[in-house]
């Protein structure tokens, strides 16, 4: 009864205090190493936070980091993750704002520390806190399925499981997924498509992994020689305008971001005989 | 005479640990080695599906530590070789299941009947590096010629070189084109920053994933290139001196000048 009565008091619905409150955690892991989990935390990373959100990169790898390289921030890093978490400097100290866009926040993993020196529970702690601070927390998760794993997914909500078409690497996405909560629906993202492979039969298609997988599939990116100087060199590609494996990138941060655009799945590029057979059957048919 | 017991590892993972096990196994067996591949990636084995003997798995690796079956159970015999086996990695277990001294000791015993115990480590630096380490007297550090490769390779040879292993490179993935155009370190980079003896180099190859999604080992068909040097690293591994050869890309203007050359 008293109940109703507030009720009747308050007839707008009340706004949460922090409008942003619950912001989302989404580990990016993939069991198999070297499939493009780094690469993947900095580019959607980086084009969610050009589309205007607030972000932080949450690298988990302790003892082997890479996404500081992977964004340029490697001479920025003073604090990492385990000063936080051993609450040796606050959270605010330890995160790097990013060179470009001052909404994209990394918070480096410990160079010299091993995965086993995290505390789940404070782990868990920390990603709550960042969800009250930021929209997207993108976490990075290690290889494999030890320790470091399961301190990766202890915060999060939501994962991108990231796999390449290979028969290895399906195999560990498919433990991957079998180990996450099973309340979660993780989403696909199929890294290093070679359309042309493909074509000719060498490469598992993006129907095959979709088979085997069975998740819904958040975007198709193909291997592109860019991908690797961008990394070297500490700039996301997402940012390039002109690049269509960026492109890729910006659509996965739209869906993530609410928005239904078409996934674009990359075609092998025609080959020079290709193109020159493509023409001549062209201006053929128009004499004819 | 007890066998050579070498980890293959790098630190970070997808840049061929399992690819260049299977690859150096296969050539090492087919050079009249006995050799065994033990698979020390509990929960995450591929070294099966690289070999294509995944369907004749029945024991595995913890099944032996835990006292289920015998040691000669569990090793799979390799199609190809009699003189190659492959001990599996349990699927469904943790890597925690294996402790160091236990690894050690099932090494010990591969070593007494092999001339050749490759040890094909796990990704990352945690509990499965270590126990993959533990039963080994030397080390193959697999990288790529990126960044975050040699970073992570780098902290690897850090922890081997505090157990004393004596180490060597390979440097895989290698596109020579993009070293050319400046877009990618060259193996004297890589060997400059990791300072260590190169034992071999192979570039990236599109064959590799269809054959590693066969369970083909490419190094078995000498037409290929990768077979010509997976043979090279062998050698080297069995004391020889062979050359290195640099592979320049295979651009139209190159082979143009070759055949300049050549005329």
Request: proline share 5%.
């Amino acid at each position: 009864m008293a109940l109703q009565e507030l009720r009747e008091v308050q007839p707008e619905p009340l706004v949460p205090p922090i409008a942003r409150a619950a912001g989302r955690a989404i580990v990016i892991t993939s069991g198999k190493g070297g499939v493009g989990k780094t690469t993947t935390t900095a580019n959607v990373g980086a084009a969610l936070a050009a589309r205007g959100k607030d972000v932080v990169l949450v690298d988990a790898d302790v003892g082997l980091r890479n996404l500081d390289i992977v964004l340029g921030l490697e001479n920025r890093v003073r604090y990492h993750l385990l000063d936080v978490l051993e609450k040796k400097v606050e959270l605010e100290t330890a995160l790097i704002r990013d060179k470009r866009n001052e909404r994209l926040h990394l918070l480096a993993a410990a160079q010299s520390r091993e995965k086993e020196d995290v505390d789940t529970d404070a782990m868990r702690a920390l990603i709550d806190r960042l969800r009250a601070q930021f929209e997207f927390v993108l976490i990075d998760c290690p290889a494999g399925i030890e320790m470091g794993f399961k301190n990766a997914i202890a915060g999060a909500q939501h994962a991108i499981v990231v796999c390449t078409p290979e028969v290895a690497a399906v195999r560990d996405a498919d433990r991957v997924v079998g180990l996450l909560p099973a309340d979660w629906r993780p989403e696909l993202i199929i890294n290093r498509l070679r359309p042309a492979l493909v074509n000719k039969g060498k490469m598992l298609s993006v129907e095959d992994v979709d088979a085997i997988l069975r998740l819904p599939l958040l975007g198709v990116i193909a291997d592109e020689p860019a991908v690797i100087v961008s990394t070297n060199r500490g700039e996301p590609l997402a940012l390039d305008p002109s690049s269509k494996t960026g492109a890729a990138y910006r659509a996965i941060a739209a869906r993530l971001a609410g928005e239904d655009v078409p996934l674009p799945v990359p075609r092998p590029e025609p080959r020079l005989l290709a193109k020159l057979g493509a023409l001549f059957s062209r201006s053929a048919g128009g004499r004819a | 005479m007890s066998a050579r017991r070498i980890v293959v590892t790098s630190g970070k993972g997808g840049v061929g640990k399992t690819t260049t096990t299977a690859n150096l196994g296969a050539t090492l067996a087919r050079r009249g080695h006995r050799v065994v591949l033990v698979d020390t990636d509990i929960g995450l084995r591929k070294l099966d599906l690289v070999l294509g003997l995944e369907k004749r798995i029945v024991f595995d690796l913890v099944e032996v530590v835990e006292g289920r079956c015998q040691l000669r159970q569990a090793l799979i015999r390799d199609k190809r070789f009699e003189s190659l086996n492959v001990l599996p990695a349990a699927q469904t277990r943790e890597k925690t299941a294996v402790s160091e001294e236990q690894m050690a000791q099932i090494i010990e015993e591969l070593a007494a009947t092999a001339d050749y115990v490759l040890i094909d480590c796990p990704a990352g630096i945690e509990h499965g590096f270590r126990s993959a380490v533990a039963g080994a007297r030397e080390a193959i550090v697999v990288t790529t010629p990126e960044v975050s490769a040699i970073r992570d390779a780098d902290r690897v040879v850090g922890k081997l070189v505090q157990r004393n292993l004596p180490l060597r490179l390979i440097v895989n993935r290698i596109r020579p084109e993009m070293v050319k155009s400046g877009d990618m370190l060259s193996v004297d980079d890589v060997c400059g920053v990791l300072s260590l003896e190169l034992l071999g180099m192979l570039p990236d190859d599109e064959e590799i994933i269809d054959a590693t999604n066969r369970g083909e080992p490419l190094a078995l068909d000498p037409s290929k290139r990768l077979a010509v040097l997976y043979e090279k690293i062998a050698r080297r591994l069995d004391g020889e001196i062979v050359p290195f050869t640099s592979f320049e890309p295979p651009g139209l203007l190159n082979r143009f000048f070759a055949m300049w050359k050549a005329g």
